[in-house]
């Protein structure tokens, strides 16, 4: 099994702190924090991808010692289209990733996916740093890697299916299902996906185009930038913290990132009336790491727990512009939160839930 066989390398290389899920593995900048090289191991073969373009951070098979490829080739595998991954496939063995010089604390991200991965041998697609690109698909999914600070995703659509509605995981495209990830973001209607903005501050996000029909296609719109504030105001803002996965039969661990500060605003052209929902997913178990917000009835919320909660009508508020602050001193602290603001309100059928078992109000 993938995941017994993985479980060695905890003894032979620095993988304790490494984002496992059931099929895959995701390396990154903790692999190496200490160390020039790492194992990671491919049973039954696997697929690797990558948007880290470093020449000098090498796969080696680990028995053999022949050099496989570098990250910045493998980054550009893509018959000479930047926007995507097409990734390589290897052969069952236990492969070395190794920085050439001897270097530590080196930053990239390299998945790793099982050969019998749901989904399995799908190409990627990538988020550029400071461009915008648009992303079709008709299989129903598409998964992005970045080569920015994270994945920021706004206008998703389809061409002919009035009935999807997206959601968004912060995993590659065989963890959603097996490994029971919470989606970051879900769409109530497609109008409502138009005007959505969903920042994950992650390596990796992969869509599902639920309700997309045969012939049709769906397409999202994607930065590397999750730092600039959007110049025009969405009816939906979705926020996950520095390296969250939200997958319940993965590792403990959150994806690197150097990362422990928000300071974000929510605001939206609608106004007189105006119905606010939150869902959100929380692990905060420290006072200190609480995720406040501010602008939801003069009221500031203070959030922290790990279980659900759900009030019994969303907020209503004259003006859209809410404030979100959060600071990560407990390394093991994480949020994901989605608002979104109907024209209407709070008796509306939307309901607020907020998947925490404290909820505190500081007017």
């Known amino acids: 099994m993938w995941r017994v066989s993985l479980l060695f390398l905890i003894l032979v290389s620095s993988s304790e ?33 990558t948007a880290t373009e470093n020449v000098n951070l090498v796969i080696i098979n680990k028995a053999t010692k022949v050099e496989i490829t570098n990250l910045n080739t ?34 990239f991200s390299l998945y790793v996916v099982a050969n ?23 299989s129903g999914m598409i998964t ?47 109008s409502h996906a138009q005007q959505s903005q969903i920042d994950v501050i992650g390596p990796i996000a992969t869509i599902r185009f639920d309700g997309l029909q045969a012939g049709t296609a769906a397409s999202v ?21 520095p390296g969250f996965h939200g997958c319940f ?27 606010i929902r939150v869902r959100s997913k929380l692990w905060i178990t420290v006072e200190t790491d609480a995720l406040y917000i501010s602008g939801l009835q003069d009221q500031t919320l203070k ?14 508020v004259n003006k859209v512009d809410v404030h979100l602050t959060w600071q990560r001193l407990n390394q093991n602290s994480y949020f994901a939160i989605q608002m979104d603001a109907t024209k209407g309100a709070a008796t509306s059928s939307l309901l607020l839930s907020l998947f925490t078992s404290v909820f505190a109000l500081i007017r």
């Not at 690197?256 to 119905?275: A, C, I, W």
């Not at 959030?303 to 209503?316: A, D, H, I, Q, R």
């Open 17 to 49: 702190s490494r984002v496992k899920f059931t099929y895959s593995e995701f390396l990154d900048g903790s692999d190496l924090k200490t160390v020039s090289e790492t194992d990671f191991a491919c049973p039954q073969g696997c697929m690797v991808y």
């Open 74 to 107: 493998l980054a550009n595998n893509n018959n000479n289209d930047r926007s995507y991954l097409f990734g390589m496939t290897l052969p069952a063995a236990t492969y070395t990733l190794k920085e050439k010089n001897g270097f530590t604390g080196t930053q």
């Open 116 to 138: 019998n991965a749901p989904n399995y041998g799908q190409s990627l697609r990538v988020a550029e740093a400071f461009d915008w690109k648009t992303f079709s698909s008709t």
């Open 144 to 190: 992005v890697m970045t080569r920015g600070t994270g994945i920021r995703m706004v206008s998703l659509n389809s061409d002919g299916s009035k009935e999807m509605t997206p959601q968004i995981y912060a995993a590659g495209y065989d963890a959603p299902t097996k490994d029971e990830c919470w989606a970051v973001y879900k769409a109530n209607s497609l």
């Open 221 to 241: 719109k994607v930065s590397g930038d999750i730092m600039t504030d959007m110049s025009d105001m969405r009816n939906s803002l979705t926020i996950s913290s």
């Open 249 to 275: 039969h993965a590792s403990a661990n959150l994806y690197q990132y150097n990362m422990n500060k928000l300071d974000r605003r929510f605001r939206s052209d609608l106004d007189q009336g105006v119905t």
């Open 303 to 316: 959030l922290m727990g790990t279980e659900e909660y759900s009030p019994p009508v969303p907020f209503s």
